[in-house]
C-alpha cells in the first residue's frame, strides 16, 4: 500500500479458449481478490479476448534475472541424447 | 564507475541495434528509463483526459445506438489509460506518483484535449480525426523497444480502428443530411484539423527530444513522417463525404507522391500547451476533483479487504 492508496498490483493471465495456455495480459490495481478478477475482466476482456482469467499479486510473483541468463538458459547442447535423432534405430522400424 | 557506465551503455545499445526489446528487469541506461516515464505517462494521461470532451455528450447523443457506441469508446479509452499505466509501472514508477505529476503539471497529457467538443459533429471529428492520428502514431510505436509498452500498444491498435470508423461514419451521416447538419461537419472539421496535425509534435528540426529515442528505437518514425502518413490518408477520406479540408495549401506533390500542406501555427501550439488553451484548466480541474472526491472508494476498499484479512486471521 501507498501514500494515495492506488491499492495493490495483480499481474492478469488470460486464456483464449479451453485447452489454450495461459497469457499474460498485463497488471491491474485491485484490494482484494474478488476486484482483482472484476477489474481484470473489464480492463482485459471487452471483446471476448478471453474465456477464463488467473490473477496473482504482483509482489508473489518470483523472476528469473536477465544477468543469469547465460547461465540459468544454458541450452546444454553438448548433451544430445536429449534430442530424438540422437538414437539409431533399427533398419525398417516403422512409425517411430 | 564511468568506464562500467560506459559499458552498459555500449552493451545496451549493441543489444537495441540487433532488434532486441528490452524487458523490466534488464539493465537499462537511467536515460532511456526517464523517457520512456516521460512518454508512456503522458500516452496515459491523454487517453484518461480525452475521455472528457466526449463525456460531455453521453448526455445528449442523438439516439440510443449514438450513446452506447460512446459509451463502449469512453469506456475503451479508460482501459488504453489503463494498459499504459500498468506498463509504465514496470520501470519502477507508482500510479500514486503518476497522477501526482499529472496534477501538478510536471507531467503532460495531448494538447488536443484542451479543445473543446462543442457540437455532435465534434464527436465525429474527435474519432475520424483525434484517433485517426493517434493510430498512426501508435502503429509505429508498436515496434518501439520497450516490451511492456510494445505490447500495450498492439492491444490499442486493435480497438482504435472501431474508434476511427465511428467518428467517419457521424461524418459521413451528417455530410449526407441538411444544410445545417453539414455545415456543422464542415465546422467541426475547419476546428480540429489544425490541432490534429499538431498532435504529432514539432518539425524534426525543432524536435528536442528525438535523437535518443531514435537511437534507442523508442521512437520508430520521425514527428514530420506520421504526420505526412495521416495527411496522406485523410485527405481522400475528406473527398469521399464531401467535406473540406481548410488548408488553402493543401495540394498532391506529383514529384514526392505525397501532399504538400500550408503552415502550422505553432504559436497556437506552443500557448496551448503553456496552459492558455480553451480547456487546460476545466480538464486538469476535473480530474483532480474526481480523483479525490474517489477517495473514499478507495480507503473503503482498503478497509473491507483489511477485514477479510483479520477475519481469516481470527
Given at each position: 500500500m501507498t501514500a494515495d492508496n492506488q491499492l495493490d498490483v495483480w499481474e492478469v493471465f488470460m486464456q483464449s479458449k479451453p485447452g489454450a495456455n495461459y497469457i499474460h495480459a498485463g497488471s491491474i490495481h485491485a484490494s482484494d481478490k474478488q476486484m482483482a478478477l472484476q477489474n481484470a475482466r473489464d480492463t482485459y476482456s471487452r471483446r471476448g479476448e478471453g474465456t477464463s482469467i488467473w490473477v496473482v499479486p504482483s509482489s508473489a510473483i518470483v523472476a528469473s534475472n536477465p544477468e543469469d541468463n547465460g547461465m540459468f538458459f544454458d541450452p546444454a547442447n553438448d548433451k544430445i541424447y536429449r534430442h530424438p535423432t540422437f538414437y539409431v534405430m533399427p533398419e525398417g522400424a516403422k512409425a517411430i | 564507475m564511468e568506464q562500467a557506465q560506459e559499458t552498459l551503455l555500449r552493451e545496451f545499445e549493441e543489444k537495441i541495434e540487433c532488434g532486441f526489446a528490452i524487458e523490466p528487469k534488464d539493465k537499462m541506461p537511467a536515460g532511456y528509463r526517464?523517457?520512456?516515464?516521460?512518454?508512456?505517462?503522458?500516452?496515459?494521461?491523454?487517453?484518461?483526459?480525452?475521455?472528457?470532451?466526449?463525456?460531455?455528450?453521453?448526455?445528449?447523443?442523438?439516439?440510443?445506438?449514438?450513446?452506447?457506441?460512446?459509451?463502449?469508446?469512453?469506456?475503451?479509452?479508460?482501459?488504453?489509460?489503463?494498459?499504459?499505466?500498468?506498463?509504465?509501472?514496470?520501470?519502477?514508477?507508482?500510479?500514486?506518483?503518476?497522477?501526482?505529476?499529472?496534477?501538478?503539471?510536471?507531467?503532460?497529457?495531448?494538447?488536443?484535449?484542451?479543445?473543446?467538443?462543442?457540437?455532435?459533429?465534434?464527436?465525429?471529428?474527435?474519432?475520424?480525426?483525434?484517433?485517426?492520428?493517434?493510430?498512426?502514431?501508435?502503429?509505429?510505436?508498436?515496434?518501439?523497444?520497450?516490451?511492456?509498452?510494445?505490447?500495450?500498444?498492439?492491444?490499442?491498435?486493435?480497438?482504435?480502428?472501431?474508434?476511427?470508423?465511428?467518428?467517419?461514419?457521424?461524418?459521413?451521416?451528417?455530410?449526407?443530411?441538411?444544410?445545417?447538419?453539414?455545415?456543422?461537419?464542415?465546422?467541426?472539421?475547419?476546428?480540429?484539423?489544425?490541432?490534429?496535425?499538431?498532435?504529432?509534435?514539432?518539425?524534426?528540426?525543432?524536435?528536442?527530444?528525438?535523437?535518443?529515442?531514435?537511437?534507442?528505437?523508442?521512437?520508430?518514425?520521425?514527428?514530420?513522417?506520421?504526420?505526412?502518413?495521416?495527411?496522406?490518408?485523410?485527405?481522400?477520406?475528406?473527398?469521399?463525404?464531401?467535406?473540406?479540408?481548410?488548408?488553402?495549401?493543401?495540394?498532391?506533390?506529383?514529384?514526392?507522391?505525397c501532399y504538400d500542406h500550408g503552415e502550422i501555427n505553432w504559436e497556437e501550439f506552443y500557448r496551448v500547451i503553456g496552459g492558455d488553451g480553451?480547456?487546460?484548466?476545466?480538464?486538469?480541474?476535473?480530474?483532480?476533483?474526481?480523483?479525490?472526491?474517489?477517495?473514499?472508494v478507495r480507503e473503503a476498499a482498503e478497509a473491507y479487504s483489511a477485514k477479510q484479512q483479520y477475519s481469516k486471521n481470527a
Open positions: - | 526517464k523517457h520512456l516515464v516521460r512518454q508512456m505517462s503522458q500516452h496515459a494521461h491523454s487517453e484518461v483526459i480525452g475521455m472528457q470532451p466526449e463525456g460531455n455528450w453521453v448526455t445528449r447523443a442523438p439516439s440510443l445506438r449514438a450513446k452506447q457506441i460512446l459509451l463502449a469508446k469512453i469506456q475503451d479509452e479508460g482501459g488504453h489509460g489503463l494498459y499504459l499505466y500498468s506498463a509504465a509501472e514496470t520501470l519502477g514508477v507508482s500510479r500514486d506518483e503518476l497522477i501526482e505529476q499529472l496534477h501538478t503539471g510536471k507531467a503532460k497529457y495531448s494538447n488536443i484535449f484542451n479543445y473543446p467538443a462543442l457540437s455532435w459533429a465534434d464527436i465525429g471529428a474527435i474519432g475520424w480525426l483525434v484517433d485517426g492520428a493517434a493510430i498512426v502514431n501508435q502503429v509505429s510505436l508498436q515496434r518501439t523497444s520497450y516490451g511492456p509498452y510494445s505490447r500495450a500498444m498492439v492491444r490499442i491498435c486493435k480497438e482504435e480502428s472501431f474508434h476511427q470508423r465511428q467518428g467517419y461514419e457521424i461524418m459521413a451521416k451528417m455530410m449526407a443530411g441538411t444544410a445545417d447538419q453539414k455545415a456543422m461537419a464542415q465546422d467541426a472539421m475547419n476546428r480540429w484539423w489544425w490541432p490534429s496535425l499538431m498532435m504529432f509534435g514539432p518539425h524534426d528540426s525543432d524536435s528536442p527530444h528525438t535523437g535518443d529515442a531514435f537511437r534507442w528505437k523508442i521512437k520508430r518514425h520521425s514527428n514530420d513522417e506520421l504526420r505526412q502518413k495521416f495527411i496522406d490518408k485523410t485527405v481522400q477520406q475528406a473527398e469521399v463525404i464531401g467535406l473540406t479540408i481548410p488548408d488553402k495549401d493543401l495540394k498532391w506533390n506529383e514529384e514526392k507522391k480553451p480547456c487546460n484548466k476545466q480538464r486538469m480541474e476535473h480530474h483532480i476533483r474526481v480523483h479525490n472526491e474517489g477517495a473514499w
